[in-house]
């Protein structure tokens, strides 16, 4: 039985060893020679092999010499859409910026600034760097980002903390068709426009706005997706996204504007602030429900008083300063605030009160309010 077993598997182990080497005989003068030489060891040492080897040598020098020639003719400041043949403009150049929302680090609505994680795929086609790859066997080379010509894109309206992070290798890739692919990921500040008027009901719409060079806008083609739940953390939501754009004939910029709707996940401040003062506020009456002896009634009433002050500063705090219209929730803090100084001050005037003695006889006006 087991000398079975070993039989098979050794005929399975040279029947796959056998196929192997045929399969990648023809194979290794396609570009992935060193590959397979150090899976097949045994394959590099057949004569014929190591022929065949050389010849892609060959090739690869010649590809060498070949780019070189070809980047020499090439200008990274032309764009292009001028082809090196010919005065027309290319008009089936396509600029393609695929955008997309990775994660929404911060929306900060006291220094007003959204900080968001964005990756970008931009493709493009280089007519003027296009090589017979069949004949090469190089189908594609990863070259450094300023050694080809690639559109400039900028963020139109940063935030003042200025942070725009890109990743340092920055490389592109040419295909032997002429594709280009340039992907990067940034993170970004920008401002935002916080109204907090409704807080924290509120409802905010934040932009990016992308720059890029006008003479890109007709062959411009943007596309956005935002990945479910990228754009929500815990205190926002993502509702919606708008995309326009603009054209500045004067700057010479078109300008992509991406406008994100996000509205506020109430429940925190609902249970931070607003269920405590309420509650707090409406426990004040209650003081008259004590005894009017001693000071307990406008011991209580202060101690609201001073609770509903702290909380106010509280949500100052998170609020940003500068906000216009003035919050509702201000208004109702402030609201709280007069009505449990009035509840003080009855307190005071009741203490006041029940000290004169019986004795003293009520004013007319009050008698007369009585009758
Ligand atoms: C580069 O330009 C030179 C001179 O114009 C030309 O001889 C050569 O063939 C060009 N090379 C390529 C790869 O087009
Ligand atoms: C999202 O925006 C579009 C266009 O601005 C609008 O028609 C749509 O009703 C919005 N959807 C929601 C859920 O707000
Ligand atoms: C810019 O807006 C116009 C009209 O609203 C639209 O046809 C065009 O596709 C937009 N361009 C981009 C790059 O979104």
Redesign the pocket.
């Known amino acids: 039985m087991k000398a079975v077993l070993v039989c098979i598997s050794f005929i399975c182990i040279t029947n796959v060893f056998v196929h192997s080497k045929k399969n990648n005989k023809p194979q290794c003068n396609i570009q992935t020679k060193t590959v397979k030489n150090k899976l097949f060891p045994l394959v590099g040492k057949s004569r014929e092999k190591r022929q065949t080897c050389k010849e892609y040598r060959v090739v690869h020098t010649n590809f060498r010499t070949y780019f070189k020639s070809l980047m020499a003719n090439y200008s990274n400041y032309v764009p292009p859409y001028y082809p090196s043949k010919g005065w027309q403009r290319d008009e089936n150049f396509v600029l393609d ?1 695929r955008m997309q929302p990775e994660a929404l680090v911060d929306l900060n609505d006291v220094d007003e600034r959204m900080t968001t994680v964005l990756s970008f795929l931009v493709e493009w086609k280089e007519s003027n760097l296009v090589w017979a790859g069949m004949n090469t066997f190089v189908y594609s080379v990863i070259l450094d980002a300023d050694m080809l010509w690639k559109p400039h894109i900028k963020v139109g309206n940063p935030h003042t903390s200025q942070r725009v992070k890109t990743d340092t290798n920055d490389k592109l890739t040419l295909e032997f068709k002429g594709e280009v692919t340039w992907s990067f990921v940034w993170t970004v500040d920008t401002r935002c426009k916080i109204d907090i008027t409704y807080y924290p009901f509120d409802r905010q719409y934040c932009l990016i706005v992308l720059v890029l060079s006008s003479d890109l ?1 007709d062959y ?3 596309d956005h997706t935002v990945p479910h739940l990228a754009l929500d953390n815990g205190n926002w939501k993502h509702m919606n996204t708008s ?4 054209t500045n004939y004067k700057t010479m910029k ?1 300008h ?1 504007v991406i406008e994100y709707t996000f509205d506020r996940k109430s429940v925190t401040p609902m249970l931070v602030f607003m269920a405590p003062v309420t509650i707090l506020v409406s426990l004040s009456p209650l003081v008259f429900v004590l005894p009017n002896d001693g000071s307990e009634r406008l011991g209580i009433a202060m101690t609201v008083l001073l609770a509903v002050s702290v909380y106010m500063t509280l949500v100052v705090d998170k609020l940003p300063d500068s906000s216009d219209p003035l919050p509702l929730i201000t208004t109702v803090f402030f609201a709280w605030y007069v009505y449990n100084a009035f509840v003080t001050l009855l307190v005071l005037i009741n203490g006041r009160i029940s000290r004169i003695s019986d004795k003293r006889s009520v004013p007319k006006c009050l008698q007369c309010l009585v009758r």
């Open positions: 910026i806008k411009l083609n943007f995309i326009y754009n603009y078109t992509i």
